[in-house]
Structures are given as structure tokens and as C-alpha cells.
């Protein structure tokens, strides 16, 4: 495989941000209540960690490294304020129900610690690669959180009636949110260890 | 000194008898009323009003002070076994922090009509602060229910010393970080109409602000910097510092309510903290299925919080 899809396989699953890193998990509960709603904030995280992981690494050599931080703040908050104009625009409804997790992309952890960890040390192309892997990882744990939580607390999944009634009102609650990352972590420390053999060690938490 | 203080005195009855509302009912007099739950305004017409009168809903009219075109229409009016005071009761729930306007026409003690009576309903500023942070302390806990500042709350909970250290200095940073904010957003970005900047200047406030603590910290007492000086730097990346200014420029809080709603996000933080220490603690000791053991449980016993929290939702004390 070459390098570049690895990168992007690299973020949907080994190093899922949801589930594996546990990065940025208060979106992952908050705006999961249905597919919808993850699926925009993913989208807008997305755009997000592409454009400021190039923005990055094309400036990389500008940035004294003492004060990086505040220089990876300010590139992102840029192009958190730029998706915060776009997304109103597109779906106004939808963004209604995330606008203040649109705005606090600037604080998810998850961005910030790929430009440290990686934009700021590779060239270009890989650090495109890795942020579009990262993004559409991010995109598929708020989708599949969303999914399940719709499905089984709404009888619902995009807004469609399927199963005409609602088998478990408490997954659209705020604790119903907790229950499905957790299961959802259990599930792949669970699908790892049938296919390395070891326990691994879940995310720093952070 | 004894006469200034019984002139004083006198005067103070005086005026106390000024301010204290007659018996009778002048015409186009303002009298206040208060809220009763959210459906309701209490009013106290002061002498007994006849049954008849009192209880028939087309003789007040109700609207919120800004548009007196919209009347809101009353369901009923409960009238207490005197006849002094009133409950009128309505289908959709008031704003309970607007101020309210009731007309009450041709009032009628005893068969003879003694004029119309204006009633003013408001909230006192206190009642308003202590319902924000009872809000943002309980009701809406912004771990539990607004799912915010997750990242913080997994990382630091595992031991309750760490918990209490980053709870007191979230406190304080998200208090001095939010009535900063405010006075930014209110003197600065609305008067140069850069609105859209907000993001990008709160959370470089916020990150200026906390560089500029742990210097300061760092000269002035070394002790608390050591205790404390750790948690500081993983506060700007804590979603609350950023959420409850964003809040506060949506909703057009005052200084006061900026001041308070910082404050209650800040205890709240500390309180749902310390409670996941404790329980995390009990949890190293316990026999937890080996892919559930580290995050996974923690998620699950988060989520029996946010459920017990849930039993806050419809507490008012006012």
C-alpha cells in the first residue's frame, strides 16, 4: 500500500481520533444525538484539520518553535471562523443545533496534537494525507456514535422513521451518549485484542 | 447625639409610612407583582375585590414590557379566600427573565368600582444571578448535560488530589477569564462591529491570560505554583473556558450575569471533578472486564452521573 493511503487507513481505524486516541471527545457525545449533526460537525472538523495541517507545514520553517502554540491557535481559530461563515449558509437548520460546537473546534484536542505531532515535522503531501485520514476517521466515529444512538433511542436513522417506535429512549439522553462511546471503546479494544492477542492500553484521555 | 438619633428615628418611620403601600386603590397606580412557577403571576390588589370581577379573564390584560401589542391570554384566575390576592394562570410558560406588565380594569370591591390598577412583574437581580448559577452548577452541569470539557475531566480524575488542585484552579481562571472576555466583547468587538473575530480573540485571551498566572504564580508564591502550576497550561485546552464566553456574547449577559454564569461553570466543573476522583479510586480496586479497564468503564460510569444529574432538571427554588 503506499504511503499515503496508509496514512489516510491510519486515521479511519488503527488510530481512530474517537476511539483510539480518546481525543476530543466532548463533540463525540454532545452532537451525536443523530446522524445528521455528527455528520456536519465531522464534515466541518474535516475542512478544518486539512486546511490548517497544510497551512502548517507550509509555514513550518516561519514558526519559532517557543512560541508554536499560540501560532497553531491562531491558524486554526482562522479556519474554524471561516467554516463557522460557510456551514450557516449550506444547512441552516442542521448548523442551528451545533453552532457552539463549530466554534469550539479551536479547543479540540485532536487537531491541535496532529500539527504538533505531525504537520509540523513532515512536507506537504503526507501532512495533507494524514489530515484528511484524521478528519474522515473523526467523521465515521461521529456517524457511527450518531447511528446507533439514533437508531435505537429515536426509531430513526437521517431523520426517517424505520422502526415506528422508540426502543431505548434513554440512548438520546445525555447519559445515553456516555454508554455508546464507552461500549463503542470496549468494542475495539475487544476487535484488537482477537487480532494481536494483547490487551491494549486505551487512550491517554486527553 | 440621643436627639439626632430619635430625629432619625422619626424620620425613618415617616418615611417608611410614605413608601408603605395605602389601603385604598388610587387610580393608574403601579403595583408589583411576582412570579408563581413559570405559568403563573401572583398579584395583591390590597383591599378585598368582589369574586365575580376577580375571576373573569377579560378583565386584565398581560404583556411583556417591550411590546404591549402581543397579550398573552390568561387561562384562569385563582382568587384566595380573603378576596386580597390573585392568581392568574396561563397556557404556555412566561419568560421568567423578562419583566411583564398586568392591566387590571375597573376593579370592584363590594359592587362599586374603584378604578384600573397597573401591576409591574419582574425578577429581582438577585433571584436572576442565583437562578444562572444554580443553572450552570446543577441543572445544566456543563460535564454532565452539556458534555463539555471532557478531555480535562477523563485526564485529571483519577486521583481526588489532582481533581481538587484543578478544580479550584478552573474556578479561578474561568471567573477572572470570563468577566474579561465580556468586558472585550462589549467594548471592543461590539463597538468596532468585529462580532465575527470573537473566537479567535476569546480563546487568545484566555491563552494570554493563563501564560500571564503562571508567571505571576511562578514569582509571587512558588508553593501554590507547585501545587497548582501543572493544571494551569491544560486549561486552555478545557472546552468550558471557551464555551461560557461564547455563551455570555450570545445571550447579551450583563457583567454581573457574565460574572456569575463563569462561576457557577467553574464549581460545576470542580464538583463533577471530585466526584468521578472518588468513584475512580474505588474502580483501580475493583475486577473490571479487561476491554472495558481504563476509559471505556470511566465513559459508562460517567454516564450513571449524567442520568443522576438528570433528577436536578425542573429544580427552582425561586
Known amino acids: 500500500m503506499n504511503r499515503n493511503l496508509r496514512l489516510v487507513w491510519n486515521g479511519f481505524i488503527p488510530e481512530n481520533p474517537i476511539f483510539r486516541l480518546a481525543l476530543s471527545l466532548c463533540p463525540a457525545v454532545a452532537v451525536t444525538t443523530c446522524v445528521k449533526n455528527g455528520l456536519l460537525l465531522g464534515l466541518a472538523v474535516l475542512f478544518v484539520q486539512v486546511f490548517s495541517s497544510c497551512t502548517v507545514t507550509t509555514f513550518k520553517s516561519f514558526i519559532h518553535p517557543r512560541i508554536r502554540i499560540p501560532a497553531y491557535v491562531v491558524v486554526i481559530a482562522l479556519w474554524v471562523t471561516v467554516i463557522d461563515m460557510i456551514l450557516p449558509v449550506i444547512s441552516p437548520d442542521v448548523y442551528k443545533q451545533v453552532a457552539l460546537f463549530v466554534k469550539l473546534i479551536v479547543v479540540f484536542a485532536i487537531i491541535i496534537s496532529r500539527l504538533e505531532l505531525f504537520a509540523s515535522k513532515e512536507p506537504f503531501v503526507p501532512s495533507f494525507f494524514d489530515g484528511l485520514g484524521m478528519g474522515i476517521g473523526f467523521t465515521f466515529g461521529l456517524c457511527l456514535t450518531g447511528a446507533i444512538r439514533e437508531f435505537f433511542g429515536a426509531g430513526q436513522l437521517f431523520g426517517y422513521d424505520i422502526l415506528g417506535f422508540k426502543p431505548l429512549l434513554i440512548m438520546i439522553l445525555p447519559a445515553g451518549g456516555f454508554f455508546v462511546i464507552g461500549f463503542i471503546m470496549a468494542t475495539f479494544n475487544w476487535l484488537e485484542y482477537k487480532f494481536t492477542g494483547k490487551i491494549p492500553t486505551s487512550g491517554g484521555g486527553h | ?318
Not at chain 2, 488542585?165 to 462591529?193: D, E, K, P, R
Not at chain 2, 468513584?279 to 459508562?300: D, M, Q, S
Open chain 2, 1 to 318: 447625639m440621643k436627639k439626632t438619633c430619635s430625629t432619625a428615628l422619626m424620620l425613618l418611620i415617616a418615611a417608611a409610612l410614605w413608601l408603605a403601600p395605602s389601603p385604598g386603590i388610587a387610580a393608574d397606580a403601579i403595583g408589583t407583582g411576582s412570579f408563581n412557577k413559570d405559568t403563573g403571576i401572583e398579584i395583591v390588589f390590597g383591599v378585598p375585590v368582589d369574586k365575580s370581577w376577580a375571576q373573569d379573564p377579560a378583565n386584565y390584560s398581560v404583556y411583556e414590557k417591550p411590546d404591549p401589542d402581543i397579550r398573552i391570554p390568561v387561562k384562569n384566575v385563582e382568587l384566595d379566600p380573603k378576596g386580597v390576592s390573585a392568581i392568574l394562570r396561563f397556557d404556555q410558560p412566561l419568560n421568567v427573565s423578562a419583566e411583564y406588565v398586568v392591566d387590571a380594569r375597573n376593579i370592584t370591591s363590594q359592587g362599586k368600582v374603584l378604578g384600573s390598577r397597573q401591576f409591574l412583574v419582574k425578577k429581582s437581580q438577585a433571584q436572576i444571578l442565583f437562578t444562572i448559577l444554580l443553572g450552570a452548577m446543577l441543572i445544566n452541569n456543563f460535564v454532565f448535560t452539556k458534555y463539555l470539557g471532557l478531555c480535562i475531566f477523563f485526564g485529571v480524575s483519577q486521583k481526588k488530589e489532582t481533581a481538587i488542585g484543578m478544580g479550584i484552579t478552573f474556578t479561578t481562571v474561568m471567573v477572572l477569564s470570563a468577566i474579561m472576555c465580556w468586558a472585550l466583547y462589549n467594548y471592543v468587538l461590539q463597538a468596532l462591529h468585529l462580532d465575527f473575530l470573537k473566537v479567535i480573540v476569546f480563546i487568545g485571551t484566555v491563552a494570554i491570560f493563563v501564560q500571564a498566572v503562571d508567571t505571576i504564580l511562578r514569582k509571587v508564591n512558588p508553593y501554590l505554583f507547585k501545587k497548582l502550576g501543572v493544571y494551569l497550561v491544560l486549561i486552555v485546552t478545557n472546552c468550558i473556558i471557551l464555551a461560557v464566553p461564547l455563551i455570555n456574547a450570545d445571550s447579551n449577559h450583563g457583567p454581573f450575569e457574565s460574572l456569575i454564569l463563569g462561576l457557577g461553570a467553574g464549581l460545576g466543573f470542580a464538583l463533577a471533578l471530585f466526584l468521578m476522583s472518588c468513584v475512580r479510586e474505588k474502580l483501580e480496586l475493583c475486577r473490571v472486564p479487561a476491554t472495558f479497564r481504563g476509559l471505556p468503564i470511566a465513559f459508562v460510569v460517567t454516564g450513571l452521573f449524567a442520568l443522576a444529574f438528570l433528577g436536578f432538571s425542573g429544580l427552582s427554588i425561586f
